[in-house]
């Protein structure tokens, strides 16, 4: 059994930085890929960033440039860091992690990005 364990969310005002952390744990054999998607009541389900075992990553157009994704393998740990943030940037993020061929889904962290 996998358990995604997240930190980090909170109340920033704008221009305001975060970071997220997503700590993986259990019977792990491989970890592919590592990352956070977000949502907001009402819409889908939305990629944020990924970030595979190579090191390749993937950003949501919207937030290129703002926010960064990065990995610690020999901690099964995947970061956010979240700056510049804007009161649209506001939504539940959730980790994900593509662990032994299963995908996997945190609980998930409320950010909230006051105006």
């Known amino acids: 059994q996998v358990q995604l364990v997240e930190s980090g969310g909170g109340l920033v005002q704008a221009g305001g930085s975060l970071r997220l952390s997503c700590a993986a744990s259990?019977?792990?054999?491989?970890?592919?890929?590592m990352g956070w998607y977000r949502q907001v009541p009402g819409k889908q389900r939305e990629l944020v960033a990924t970030?595979?075992?190579?090191?390749?990553?993937k950003y949501a157009e919207s937030v290129k440039g703002r926010i960064t994704i990065s990995r610690d393998s020999a901690k099964n740990t995947v970061y956010l860091q979240m700056d510049s943030l804007k009161p649209e940037d506001t939504a539940v993020y959730y980790c994900?992690?593509?662990?032994?061929?299963?995908?996997?889904w945190g609980q998930g962290t409320q950010v909230t990005v006051s105006s």
């Open positions: 970030i595979d075992s190579g090191g390749f990553t």
């Open positions: 994900y992690a593509l662990i032994n061929l299963i995908n996997n």
């Open positions: 259990g019977r792990i054999f491989s970890i592919n890929v």
